[in-house]
């Protein structure tokens, strides 16, 4: 499953294949960006983060890719598990100050068994 | 503790009524901040604290609303004469100094409000 260059509130995927999150960032000036999980009834957890200096990023299953140029975020998760299933954030931090992070409106993922 | 520890995880309030939300960071961090969680959307931020002070507290929205930490340790959260459009979760997380950048920045469950 993919949204394809354009945010979209909501992706269904089959499990086993991957998924792409896309998130479009509002501030040029934002230096470091983290892709959050959350499930329902809990706070968002960490996924991954990347910095301006890089453009892609590798976890466990999950790897970040950074545009700054259209200013552009994607998260790929590999071989999509239903414990996948969850609202995934992208936030932003600027230099201006390191501490207020800027949430986008966020993404529900759906796994299809 | 282990985590970041919200209580109560729900609250339902009569509109006009004063509520007091806890937040009870990870041990050691001196950093804390507030957010809130309308529903299907994004989190917006309130309050940071750097220990018992609040540099920023540019993102509550009104004056109803105010906070304070103690001790370097627990917050609260008081929202004044409720009103149903401050129905929402209310996120708390801490880290180990100021921002997510190597800090860890961890948030908790959220108390879930509710204004009838």
């Known amino acids: 499953g993919e949204s394809v260059g354009l945010h979209l509130p909501t992706l269904s995927v089959q499990e086993g294949d991957n998924s792409i999150i896309n998130c479009a960032y509002s501030n040029s000036a934002s230096d470091y960006f983290i892709w959050y999980k959350q499930e329902s009834g809990k706070g968002p957890q960490f996924i991954i983060d990347i910095r301006s200096n890089m453009d892609k990023r590798q976890g466990q299953r999950v790897t970040v890719l950074l545009n700054k140029t259209v200013k552009h975020l994607s998260l790929q998760i590999a071989a999509t598990q239903p414990g996948d299933s969850a609202v995934y954030f992208c936030a932003e931090i600027g230099s201006s100050n390191d501490y207020k992070l800027s949430f986008g409106a966020g993404t529900t993922v759906t796994v299809r068994a | 503790g282990a985590g970041v520890s919200q209580s109560p995880s729900n609250k339902v309030t009569e509109k006009g009524k004063d509520v007091e939300l806890r937040c009870d960071p990870i041990?050691?961090?001196?950093?804390l901040y507030w957010y809130r969680q309308s529903l299907g959307q994004g989190l917006e931020f309130l309050i940071y604290f750097q220990g018992n002070s609040a540099p920023d507290k540019s993102g509550l929205p009104s004056d109803r609303f105010s906070a304070e930490r103690t001790g370097g340790s627990v917050s609260t959260l008081t929202i004044q004469r409720t009103q149903q459009e401050d129905s929402a979760v209310y996120l708390c997380?801490?880290?180990?100094?100021?921002?997510?950048?190597?800090?860890?920045?961890?948030f908790g469950s959220g108390t879930r409000l509710t204004v009838v």
């Open positions: 041990s050691g961090h001196t950093a």
């Open positions: 997380a801490s880290s180990l100094g100021p921002g997510p950048r190597g800090y860890g920045y961890t």
